[in-house]
C-alpha cells in the first residue's frame, strides 16, 4: 500500500515544486502547496474508501483482500476523521491566517479517528482509557518541557505554549495508540506514526523561524509523510481480515514503563525547578495540577474497571463451579508429569475416586494396561476415545475419554481430561446388537441373522408354518398366542442339533438352517411336525395346531434359498395339513408364473394387451354366420397368449373379473355395432360368470352398454357356463330373468357336462342352449346311442321355445348327427376357429359375393 501511494503523491508534490515558480510563486510558498496538494490527495482517498467507493483499491497489493461489502459504522466515522484530519492538515499549510483554528481541529480529528480505527483500539471505553493514558503521559512531559526549557527563557507566548501542549498531547496519545494496540500489527503502528507526524508537521509551521526555508521543507516533507503513513494504515486496517494477537493490556500507572517514565521524569523536573529557583510559573503550577488530577482520574478509572473485572472473574469461577459441580463429567487436570493435579467433584460422586486416592498420582495408573496404549496424553484428540479405568472400589469402568493439551497456555499450564461413564451406553449397545440378532418374543435368530449364517453355507432349509394360528388370536387373545408362538419355539430349539440354527421369520413362519444331508434334513421335519403338533397346556386350555413344512437345499444365495423353502412351504399347505414338501422347480415355474399373471392383469387392458377372438355360430340348414361368441385373449408380452380360463381363475383371484367383463362387454358391443352398421346381420355372445350376474348393478352396466353402442337386446346374448352354474340353479334364477326383463338373450353354455337335468329346463329362463359336444361327439351318423339323446334334447328345447346350438361341430359326421336330430344352429372348429374380428370380416365378405 506505501509502495503503489508514495509515488504518486512524490509525482504530484515534485509537479507543484517545478510548476510554482514559473507561475510566479515564491519557493517557500510551491513547497507548502506542494505538500497541501499531496495531503489532500489522499485526504480524498480516504474519504473514498470511508463511503466504499472502491471494493478492491486500485493500489492495493495481492496480499490484501476485498473490502467488506459495508463498512462498520466505528470504521466509517474513524476513516472520515482521519480524512477531515488530513485534509486540515493541507489547508493550515497554505491558509495562514485561518491555521491557529483549522490545525488544533485537524488534529483532534486525526487522534479521534485513530483511536477509532480498527485493530487500534477494541471498543469505545477502550478508546477513552488510551486517550485518557495518552493525556496523562502528554501532560507529564509538557509540565517537563515547561520547567526545563520554555520557562527558562521567560514565560513562553500563547501561541508556543498551546502549539506545544497540543503537539506533545496529540503526538503522545497517537504513539500510547500505536503501542498499545490491540492487534499488534504494522497496520496501526503505521497510522498512529501517521497521525504523529501530522501533528508534528502542524506544530512545526506556527513555530518555524521567520524566513526558515529549512523548516518549510521539513514541514511540508512531515505532512506529506505522515498523510502516506495515515492513509497505508487505514487501507491495511480496513482492507485485512483482523486475528486477534495479545489482548488489551490495562494496568496501573506504576505497572506501566510506558507510562510512569513520564510521570517520573516530570516530578523530577518540578523538584529541580524548586530547588534551583525555589518556585515554579504560574503555567507549570496549573499543567502540574491537570497532569496530577489527569493521572488519579487515570487510576480511579482502572480501579473501577479491575473491580468490574473482579466481578465478572468471581461471576464466572462461581458458574464454572456449578456447571461442574452439576456434570456427570468428571474433569482432572494433570501436571506435565501427566500426574493428576486437581479433580472435579463428580469424580467422587461417578467412580468413587477420593482426591487422597487420586490427586498427586499418575494419570496412567488409573488406565487398564491394554488401553493405556490407546490414549495420547501428549497431545490433544480430535476424538474421544473408550478406555477402562479402574473406580474407587477396584472395577474397571468403561469411559469416554477426551484430552486437551493446555500446556502451552500459561494458565492452565497442564493437560486437561474429560472422562464420561458410558457402562450405561455400553449395555445399550449389547442391548440393541441382541435385539438385532433375535427374536425379542421367542429369543430365537430373526431374519437378518439366518440370512448371515446362511451365506456360503451348504445343507438344508426348511420353513415351518403354524396352521390355525390366526384362529387362536382371534378366539383366545394376543397372549395366548405370544405364549404358543414361544412354546412352539422351545419345541424347535430341542429338536435341532447343536450346529443347526432357527430363526422366526415372521408371525407364525419360523425356519431352521441344517447341515445335514437330504435324509436326515427329511427325517428332521417330519420330527418336527411331530413335536408341533402336541398339544399346547396353555393357561385355560389345552390348544393344538399342525404345520406346514417347506425343504430347500442350502445354496445359490441366502435369499434365494429363503424364496425356495417359502415356495415349497405353500405347497405343503395347499396340500393339506401336516405336510413336508421339497422344493419342485416345475411348481415354482407355475408358482411365478401365477405370480406374474396376478401382477400384471390390472392393468392389462390399459397397456393394450387385452383383446377380442371371435368364434362364428353358423346356420347348419343356409351355410352362413348368424352370430360370433366374443372370447377373451391376454397378450402376454413375456408369456404370449394367455389361456381365458386361466386369466379369468386369476381375475377371481384378484376380485377384478367385474372389471374384466365390462371391458368384454364394451369391446364386444363395439364391434357388433360396427358390423351392424356396416350390413352384417349378426347376433354377439358374451361369457359371464356366476358370481359377476348375481353381482349388484351388473343389469345396469348391461343396460349402459347398450345404450352407449346403439345395440338392439335381442342381438346380445349372455352366456353361462353349465359346469359353474353347478347345482344351486335359484341363485341364477332372478338375475337372468332381469336380464331377459332388458331385452337380452340368455344362454346356457357346455349343457351336458354339469349337473343341469332337462327337468331344470324349465325352470330357467334361458333362450338358448349350447349343447355340448360330448352328446354326439363320440358316435357315428345315424347309429348308436347318440341320436335319441340329441333328439330329446332338441324336442323338449323346441316345446321350452329355447334355440339349440351344437357347440363342439369338429367333423362332417358331427354335422349329420346334429342335423338329423333337428338341430339348426352349431358352433365349433369344422367351420374355423376363434379368429380375430378382421378375418371374421373377410368371411363375411366372401359370403356377401356368393
Known amino acids: 500500500m506505501l509502495m503503489a501511494s508514495a509515488p504518486l503523491t512524490l509525482t504530484v508534490a515534485a509537479a507543484v515544486l517545478v510548476g510554482g515558480p514559473p507561475l510566479g510563486l515564491p519557493a517557500g510558498v510551491a513547497v507548502l502547496v506542494a505538500a497541501a496538494a499531496a495531503v489532500t490527495l489522499h485526504a480524498a482517498w480516504l474519504l473514498r474508501l470511508a463511503v466504499g467507493a472502491g471494493r478492491q483499491h486500485p493500489h492495493a497489493d495481492e496480499a490484501v483482500a476485498a473490502a467488506p461489502k459495508a463498512l462498520p459504522r466505528g470504521t466509517v466515522f474513524s476513516l472520515v476523521a482521519l480524512a477531515s484530519g488530513v485534509f486540515g492538515a493541507g489547508v493550515s499549510a497554505v491558509a495562514t491566517p485561518v491555521a491557529g483554528y483549522v490545525a488544533p481541529v485537524a488534529g483532534a480529528a486525526l487522534v479521534a479517528g485513530l483511536l477509532k480505527l480498527p485493530g487500534v483500539t477494541v471498543d469505545t471505553p477502550g478508546a477513552f482509557r488510551r486517550a485518557l493514558d495518552g493525556i496523562c503521559v502528554a501532560l507529564w512531559k509538557f509540565l517537563t518541557l515547561l520547567v526545563l526549557v520554555l520557562e527558562q527563557h521567560g514565560d513562553p507566548s500563547p501561541t508556543v505554549f498551546t502549539t506545544c501542549l497540543l503537539a506533545i498531547v496529540g503526538i503522545t496519545v497517537a504513539v500510547v495508540s500505536g503501542v498499545w494496540a490491540p492487534f499488534p500489527r504494522w497496520a496501526a503502528v503505521t497510522a498512529a506514526g501517521g497521525v504523529a507526524l501530522l501533528v508534528l508537521g502542524l506544530a512545526v509551521l506556527p513555530l518555524r523561524p521567520a524566513g526558515g526555508g529549512t523548516w518549510l521543507l521539513v514541514a511540508g516533507g512531515l505532512l506529506v509523510l505522515g498523510s502516506v503513513l495515515v492513509w497505508a494504515g487505514a487501507c491495511r486496517s480496513v482492507y485485512v481480515d483482523r486475528q486477534p494477537g495479545r489482548p488489551a493490556t490495562d494496568g496501573t500507572l506504576i505497572g506501566d514503563p510506558l507510562l510512569v517514565a513520564p510521570v517520573l521524569a516530570g516530578a523530577a523536573a518540578v523538584l529541580y525547578a524548586l530547588v534551583s529557583r525555589g518556585q515554579l510559573g504560574t503555567p507549570a503550577m496549573v499543567i502540574g495540577t491537570l497532569a496530577v488530577l489527569a493521572v488519579a482520574a487515570r487510576e480511579l478509572l482502572e480501579a473501577v474497571a479491575l473491580r468490574r473485572y473482579s466481578g465478572q472473574l468471581d461471576a464466572q469461577e462461581a458458574t464454572f463451579r456449578t456447571l461442574v459441580a452439576g456434570s456427570s463429567d468428571v474433569i482432572v487436570v494433570l501436571d506435565r508429569d501427566l500426574s493428576v493435579r486437581w479433580q472435579s467433584a463428580a469424580a467422587a460422586r461417578q467412580f468413587g475416586l477420593s482426591d487422597q486416592d487420586v490427586v498427586g ?295 377384478i373379473t367385474g372389471e374384466i367383463h365390462d371391458w368384454v362387454l364394451n369391446q364386444a358391443c363395439r364391434q357388433l355395432s360396427s358390423w351392424q352398421h356396416e350390413g352384417y346381420q349378426l347376433w354377439m355372445s358374451v361369457n359371464v360368470a356366476i358370481d359377476d350376474l348375481v353381482a349388484e348393478g351388473f343389469a345396469g352396466r348391461l343396460s349402459l352398454a347398450l345404450d352407449s353402442h346403439q345395440i338392439d337386446p335381442p342381438d346380445l346374448v349372455v352366456e353361462l357356463s353349465e359346469r359353474e352354474l353347478g347345482v344351486d340353479l335359484d341363485r341364477a334364477v332372478e338375475p337372468l330373468a332381469t336380464v331377459r326383463a332388458i331385452g337380452v338373450r340368455t344362454a346356457l353354455d357346455g349343457f351336458g357336462t354339469g349337473a343341469t337335468s332337462l327337468a331344470h329346463l324349465r325352470r330357467l329362463p334361458t333362450d338358448v342352449l349350447k349343447v355340448d359336444g360330448a352328446l354326439f361327439a363320440a358316435h357315428p351318423a345315424g347309429g348308436g346311442a347318440a341320436a335319441p339323446i340329441i333328439d330329446v334334447v332338441v324336442n323338449l328345447a323346441q316345446r321350452l321355445n329355447v334355440t339349440v346350438v351344437a357347440h363342439g361341430l369338429e367333423a362332417e359326421r358331427h354335422l349329420q348327427v346334429v342335423r338329423t336330430a333337428g338341430c339348426r344352429y352349431g358352433q365349433g372348429h369344422y367351420y374355423g376357429t376363434p379368429a380375430p374380428a378382421e378375418r371374421i370380416e373377410a368371411a363375411l365378405v366372401r359370403q356377401r359375393t356368393w
Do not use: C
Open 361 to 655: 498420582r499418575p494419570f496412567l495408573q488409573l488406565v487398564r494396561p491394554g488401553d493405556a496404549d490407546e490414549l495420547a496424553l501428549d497431545r490433544t484428540s480430535p476424538q474421544p476415545v473408550r478406555a477402562r479405568i479402574q473406580d474407587g472400589f477396584g472395577a474397571w469402568r468403561p469411559v469416554e475419554v477426551s484430552v486437551t493439551d493446555e500446556r502451552g497456555n500459561p494458565e492452565v499450564d497442564g493437560v486437561v481430561v474429560h472422562l464420561r461413564d458410558v457402562t450405561a451406553e455400553q449395555d445399550l449397545e449389547r442391548s440393541l446388537q441382541r435385539t438385532q440378532r433375535t427374536d425379542p418374543l421367542t429369543g430365537l435368530a430373526n431374519r437378518g441373522t439366518l440370512l448371515a449364517h446362511l451365506e456360503d453355507k451348504t445343507g438344508h432349509l426348511m420353513m415351518i408354518g403354524l396352521d390355525g394360528f390366526a384362529g387362536v388370536n382371534d378366539l383366545h387373545g394376543s397372549d395366548v398366542g405370544d405364549a404358543m408362538l414361544v412354546e412352539a419355539a422351545a419345541r424347535i430349539r430341542a429338536a435341532i442339533g447343536k450346529g443347526d440354527v432357527a430363526a422366526r421369520l415372521n408371525g407364525d413362519e419360523f425356519a431352521v438352517y441344517t447341515g445335514v444331508d437330504k435324509v436326515h434334513a427329511f427325517t428332521l421335519a417330519t420330527r418336527l411336525l411331530g413335536d408341533l403338533g402336541e398339544p399346547y397346556p396353555l393357561p385355560g386350555a389345552d390348544l393344538q395346531l399342525s404345520a406346514g413344512i417347506g425343504l430347500a437345499p442350502a445354496a445359490g444365495g441366502a435369499e434365494e434359498s429363503l424364496r425356495r423353502a417359502g415356495l415349497a412351504l405353500r405347497r405343503a399347505k395347499r396340500g393339506g395339513r401336516g405336510k413336508v414338501e421339497w422344493h419342485d422347480a416345475a411348481v415354482e415355474d407355475a408358482y411365478v408364473r401365477r405370480a406374474t399373471l396376478e401382477q400384471h392383469l390390472p392393468q392389462a387392458a390399459e397397456r393394450g394387451e387385452l383383446d377380442l377372438a371371435y368364434h362364428p355360430v353358423y346356420d347348419l340348414v343356409e351355410g352362413h354366420p348368424i352370430g360370433v361368441e366374443a372370447l377373451l385373449r391376454w397378450r402376454h408380452p413375456t408369456l404370449g397368449t394367455v389361456p381365458p380360463r386361466e386369466t379369468l381363475e386369476v381375475a377371481r383371484e384378484l376380485g
